[in-house]
């Protein structure tokens, strides 16, 4: 019986990184993507019309999508959540 010869693997060597500048305008592009401007009715993501609103964000009831609306305070949200008991106040 022949014993078979290990074959040679070369290493492999990892693609480019490609380096992105940081300005703020790069910055205001991704916030762009990221918030939602006024009060839509239906879910950025699968398009369901099965929405709930909540004071800063838009909860899709469907796929679990959370999206920030634009100039909604934090401060009404987190009241929100502690009077609605989704959070415990400290």
Same mark, same amino acid.
């Given at each position: ?14 693609? /480019? ?22 009060? /839509?009715?239906?879910?950025?993501? !699968? ?7 909540? /004071?800063?964000?838009?909860? !899709?009831?469907? !796929? ?27």
């Amino acid at each position: 019986m022949k014993v078979a010869k290990a074959k040679r693997v070369k290493p492999k060597v990892p693609a /480019p990184a490609a380096v992105i500048r940081l300005t703020p305008e790069h910055t205001l592009q991704r916030a762009a993507k990221r918030f939602l401007s006024g009060s /839509p009715t239906r879910c950025p993501k !699968c398009d369901s019309t099965y929405v709930g609103r909540e /004071p800063a964000f838009i909860h !899709c009831r469907l !796929c679990g999508k959370l999206a920030r609306i634009v100039d909604a305070p934090l401060e009404l949200q987190e009241l929100w959540e502690i009077r609605s008991g989704l959070r415990i106040a400290s």
